[in-house]
């Protein structure tokens, strides 16, 4: 398999030593972990089907990879496998004006993507906070969301197209720039946060749309978590969407303040960002009516951006809040559970009752105005007992979002770390429905095997 490889692609474009193969073994996860025999760079999509193509001669599996930032171990190689990334097909193929598009080859990075779109007057809404480095087909692959989900939606809501190679290696054009188009099934729709099980993604159409002519950022602190969801609920009562509405508990605003130096009041239990953007007038009457939301809900302070610099340091608070948490223990869990926002404030309180119960550490922040929270583990892998605690506390966390309505991943994706899960979500017949689509497309189950689901 690695000669034949080796006749298909340029020497730099395959790695096969161990040393080399180690930085591909895992992905954002914590505690997953796999090596493959090779990882191969494709440079063009036909390189890519000859590849497919030639890992569906020999019966071996593939598993596609980007950046590696994924958080629920969905491209962690397959031991025996060969690990395909994308990254060098990174090119913005096209930014049409006219239709307000955009097409990219699918290792190109997200915020590249946004950039390109700006230089037009265009914004590409979508913003996971890994943008600055995650790649537009993992975005894809995953249907990845971000702090502007809220008013604009997920990546699937921006998907107009795209190249897929198939299991067999077979090359099909799924979609077009048409806004309607309600030929036959929607199969676009179908590849959109597949996880990379049932085609690999090689392109991608995007709609763009109009960038906002201004953007109001405000950050709000509370003395009491239900102040901060209420103060939700009654934004969204009021017929406002903003395009950021996200919390932090109070242990995420003590690292996150000790990490970058905001500023933030570390006595606070609760730390709303909320952001409007659109029209100018129509900006500043949102901003305005927030405000008083927040103060009407007994807001400990409010603090509103003077101009483009603060609002990115007040944007700090929120996404820099991974990375402020993984500095507090050796292991770092990001969990992804969503719920009603009715549920929000009684969720938060769950969780934190899981933490007391179990005597774990879990930090909680997340995408408040669409109700998904990211329940943060700080543990320590080395310590069996201690990981026992927090399987038994993620377990109890799943079992209460699905009873109330919610669904154990918002924007990661189901990968290996939460397959287990699955079936409790999927509790009639639309399990078995997925594995029956991934066996008609997949026979030979050959990508990104053992992912999703077992079959």
């Known amino acids: 398999m690695i000669a034949q490889l080796r006749a298909l692609l340029r020497p730099d474009q395959i790695l096969t030593e161990t040393v080399d193969l180690i930085p591909y073994g895992f992905d954002g996860t914590a505690m997953l972990k796999e090596k493959a025999n090779a990882v191969v760079f494709p440079e063009t999509t036909e390189e890519v089907a000859a590849i497919v193509k030639l890992a569906h001669k020999e019966k071996t599996p593939i598993v596609t990879r980007g950046s590696g930032t994924g958080l629920s171990g969905g491209s962690i190689p397959v031991k025996n496998g060969i690990v395909l990334c994308l990254v060098k097909m990174n090119r913005i193929l096209e930014i049409d004006t006219k239709n307000l598009t955009l097409t990219a080859e699918a290792g190109t990075i997200t915020q590249a993507i946004d950039d390109a779109a700006a230089a037009e007057g265009l914004i590409y809404p979508p913003d996971p906070g890994s943008m600055k480095i995650s790649t537009i087909g993992g975005n894809v692959a995953n249907n990845s969301g971000g702090l502007r989900g809220l008013k604009y939606g997920v990546t699937r809501n921006y998907v107009m197209g795209m190249e897929v190679v198939l299991p067999n290696g077979d090359i099909a054009w799924l979609g077009n720039k048409c806004v309607k188009d309600v030929a036959g099934y929607s199969l676009k729709d179908l590849f959109i946060g597949s996880e990379g099980t049932l085609g690999i993604v090689t392109k991608v159409l995007l709609r763009l749309l109009p960038r906002p002519e201004a953007r109001k950022t405000i950050l709000a602190t509370f003395n009491d978590i239900e102040d901060a969801a209420q103060t939700v609920s009654d934004i969204i009562a009021a017929k406002i969407i903003p395009c950021t509405l ?5 242990t995420t605003i003590r690292c ?3 990490f970058a130096k905001i500023g933030l009041p570390t006595e606070a239990k609760a730390l709303l960002l909320m952001e409007s953007d659109g029209p100018a007038s129509a900006v500043e009457e949102e901003a305005q009516k927030m405000q008083a939301i927040a103060q009407s809900n007994r807001a400990l302070s409010l603090r509103v951006a003077a101009n483009s610099e603060e609002a990115v340091q007040l944007a700090t608070a929120r996404r820099s809040a991974f990375s402020a948490l993984a500095r507090i223990r050796p292991t770092t869990i990001l969990e992804d559970v969503t719920v009603p926002r009715s ?22 922040f997340g995408h408040m105005g669409d109700g998904n929270l990211h329940p943060t583990f700080l543990t ?40 287990g899960h699955l079936p409790d979500q999927f509790a009639d017949a639309s399990y078995p429905l997925l594995q029956s689509i991934k066996r008609s497309l997949d026979p030979e189950q050959l990508l990104n095997p053992g992912k999703l689901f077992d079959l």
């Open 246 to 250: 996200e919390f932090l508990d109070q």
């Open 256 to 258: 996150v303040e000790d």
């Open 343 to 364: 549920k929000l404030a009684a969720t938060v309180r769950f969780i934190e009752s899981v933490a007391q119960k179990h005597g774990l550490k879990i930090a909680n």
């Open 380 to 419: 320590n892998e080395r310590d069996g007992e201690e990981i026992e605690r927090v399987e038994k506390a993620m377990h109890e966390i799943f079992e209460y979002t699905i009873a109330a309505g919610g669904t154990i991943t918002g924007e990661h994706g189901v990968g290996l770390a939460k397959k």
